[in-house]
Nanobody, 126 residues
Framework: QVQLVESGGGLVQAGGSLRLSCAVS????????MGWFRQAPGKEREFAAA????????YYADSVKGRFTISRDNAKHTVYLQMNMLKPEDTAVYYC???????????????????WGQGTQVTVSS
C-alpha cells in the first residue's frame, strides 16, 4: 500500500520560510515523478511544483517560481518543498502526490497523480 506523509507546515510571517517534507512508502520512489499541490479555503486545488525521476527535471507554477524549490532524495524516499519569501496568498493546505505512471516526466494536473498525502497546513500572516 502506498503511503505519503507530509510534514513541516506551520504558521509563519510574510517574508519567512518553511520546508515541507513528504515521505513515501510502498512504491519504488525513484521511478515516479512527484508533485506538490495546494488548496486554499474556498478554492480548488492547484498545482505548485513537480519534479521528475531525475532531480534536474522540475516545473513550477508561475505564482511560486523563484520563491519555491522542489527537490527529492531518492535514498530517503522523500520529496521536499522549500518555500521562501512566503506571502499571505500562499496560505493553503499543501499536498504531495505520486505520479500515476512511471512514464510521466513532470505533471501539472492533479489527474496525473493517483496517490496523495493527508496534507499539511501552511499559514502566512501579514
Amino acid at each position: 500500500q502506498v503511503q505519503l506523509v507530509e510534514s513541516g507546515g506551520g504558521l509563519v510571517q510574510a517574508g519567512g520560510s518553511l520546508r515541507l517534507s513528504c515521505a513515501v512508502s510502498g512504491r519504488t520512489f525513484s521511478s515516479y515523478a512527484m508533485g506538490w499541490f495546494r488548496q486554499a479555503p474556498g478554492k480548488e486545488r492547484e498545482f505548485a511544483a513537480a519534479i521528475g525521476r531525475g532531480a534536474g527535471n522540475t516545473y513550477y507554477a508561475d505564482s511560486v517560481k523563484g520563491r519555491f524549490t522542489i527537490s527529492r532524495d531518492n535514498a530517503k524516499h522523500t520529496v521536499y518543498l522549500q518555500m521562501n519569501m512566503l506571502k499571505p496568498e500562499d496560505t493553503a493546505v499543501y499536498y504531495c502526490a505520486v505520479a500515476r505512471t512511471p512514464r510521466l516526466r513532470v505533471g501539472v494536473s492533479s489527474e496525473e497523480y493517483n496517490y496523495w498525502g493527508q496534507g499539511t497546513q501552511v499559514t502566512v500572516s501579514s
